[in-house]
């Protein structure tokens, strides 16, 4: 394959240039998006909640569960340590 040919191949995964993340989100973007489309699918809160509310709500519920999985790695390392040490 060509240089050109590589660029060109390169130039059309990433919209001529456009970082990735520019072009489908980020992290926490999807991550709130999901939520927040498992919030809408429940009729109670779709009916007591503003779209701005599902929203503050599902950033909030993302930053508990990158906190609570990084208190899970956290814990899985010490005990593979421990383990380690026996």
């Known amino acids: ?3 050109d040919n590589l660029s060109k191949l390169l130039a059309g995964f990433t919209s001529d240039g456009t970082p990735l993340s520019a072009i489908i989100g980020s992290k926490l973007e999807w991550g709130v ?3 927040t489309a498992a919030m809408i699918s429940n009729e109670n809160l779709s009916s007591q909640m ?3 509310e599902m929203v503050d709500a599902s950033i909030n519920y993302y930053n508990v569960i990158q906190e ?7 814990s899985k390392t010490h005990s593979l340590e421990r383990l ?3």
């Open 84 to 86: 380690l040490e026996k």
């Open 50 to 52: 503003t779209a701005e």
């Open 33 to 35: 998006t999901v939520l």
């Open 1 to 3: 394959m060509t240089d």
């Open 68 to 74: 609570r999985l990084g208190y899970y790695e956290i």
